[in-house]
């Protein structure tokens, strides 16, 4: 299978799992008033516990997925995470009762840990040196996913409240039936590892692949630290432009549209060719530059097509994750790049369990009547100066990867 054609099928796993799960998103509310019997004030509450449930679930899962990878291959992980994945969603399409929700979205956590299997495929078939462009296609995937997951979700919702999970089974088995057919293996026989359920989590993975790189630690810490930056938008952006902007829901659901949108021509088309511009110290700083200007211009913002400005300045910070999981790629050998990715998003999942309470209280002490200051912004604030600190632990990863190389 030519090398377009695999990384093509790398992208569809990710598109379609971002579009299984925010399909959900528009009918999950009113699954949950029905199915527990509550109101829409409980609901909301409800569903932060399934979310956090869903990064916990990934957390422990994906370093034994990652960790499979590299003992079994990274074709037959996929096919099963796909098969998993669309029994999963018929199970929630199906759920009479509250509890079988509560599990489906446990499952689709476990599955949805397969990013791990498909970031080391894409390090099995790329040069180094090439890693962060096509690392950019999975940033790619997510931008597109998040745009019109939740916009499918809406049409099909508005026909039947729970068709939306019988598409996502569907968009599932589709894909692992083109895989099962067209998709090669990217991880040779004599390049496997056997599997030790002792190192199938982070901090054991962790630990071992520091025995190979010292550098790997600083790398993963950037990444996790990146995406606790990152996670602002899902967690509070909407809440935020109600109430430092007035925005009805109609604008929030159009500017997190055009967020996702300029994510992935940023991540999919723009890094590809500034990368070979700037080099990727260079994108990285910029990156992560132009999130703190953004941040600063949401403070000031007072009319709409700033907010937009906004938005378009922040979308570069698309360069940033892409280039940082290339260096990562870069510190483990070929047999271990499956036990690294799975390392990257369980620690990374922390964040999507941390992250959103952090902002929601900044916001809340930022805002309304009991507000410490009036300042609904703040959150953006706090995210800019955590990518700071990622920047800075990148920094010190590169410089450490440069002075091994020139001792070498």
């Not at 962790?206 to 010292?214: F, H, I, M, Y």
């Not at 967690?235 to 829901?249: D, E, H, L, P, R």
């Amino acid at each position: 299978m030519p090398l377009r054609a695999s990384l093509g099928f790398v992208f569809a796993i990710v598109l379609i799992d971002m579009l299984g799960f925010g399909i959900v998103i528009p009918v999950l509310p009113g699954l949950i008033m029905h199915l527990a019997h509550v109101p829409i004030s409980a609901a909301a509450a409800y569903a932060g516990w399934l979310s956090a449930g869903y990064a916990t679930m990934q957390f422990f899962c994906a370093p034994i997925i990652g960790n499979l990878s590299d003992r079994f291959g990274r074709r037959p992980v996929m096919l099963a995470a796909l098969i998993a994945l669309g029994l999963d969603y018929l199970l929630q399409w199906g759920a009479p009762v509250f509890g079988w929700l509560i599990v489906g979205r446990l499952l689709a956590g476990v599955t949805g840990a397969s990013f791990s299997a498909a970031y080391a495929y894409i390090a099995d078939v790329t040069p180094p040196e090439k890693r962060a462009a096509n690392f950019g296609l999975v940033g790619m995937a997510f931008g597109i996913g998040f745009v019109l997951g939740p916009a499918l979700g809406g049409l099909l919702g508005s026909i039947e409240p729970r068709l939306p999970f019988l598409a996502a089974a569907l968009l599932a088995f589709a894909n692992a039936l083109f895989g099962f057919f067209f998709l090669r293996e990217s991880l040779a026989n004599d390049l496997r590892r056997p599997f030790d359920w002792r190192q199938a989590n982070a901090f054991a993975s962790l630990r071992a692949l520091r025995g190979q790189s010292a550098t790997v630690l600083w790398s993963v810490a950037a990444l996790a630290v990146w995406q606790l930056s990152h996670i602002v938008y899902p967690a509070v952006w909407s809440y935020m432009a109600i109430a430092a902007y007035g925005f009805t829901t109609l604008q929030v659901g159009i500017a997190l549209a055009v967020v996702g949108l300029s994510s992935a021509l940023v991540q999919g088309v723009g890094l590809r060719r500034v990368l070979p511009l700037l080099g990727e110290r260079g994108v990285v700083v910029f990156g992560v530059g132009a999130l703190t200007v953004s941040s600063v211009i949401y403070v000031f913002a007072t009319q709409t097509w700033v907010v937009y400005l906004a938005i378009a300045i922040g979308a570069l910070d698309g360069f940033v994750q892409p280039t940082i999981s290339a260096l990562n790629s870069r510190a483990v050998d070929a047999r271990s790049q499956g036990e690294l990715q799975g390392a990257v998003q369980s620690v990374g999942s922390i964040a999507q369990i941390v992250g959103p309470p952090i902002y929601a209280q900044t916001l809340a002490h930022c805002s309304g009547p009991q507000a410490w200051i009036t300042l609904p912004t703040m959150p953006m604030l706090l995210s800019a100066a955590i990518a700071l600190v990622a920047l800075g632990l990148y920094l010190k990863g590169a410089a450490k990867i440069e002075a091994v190389a020139e001792t070498t």
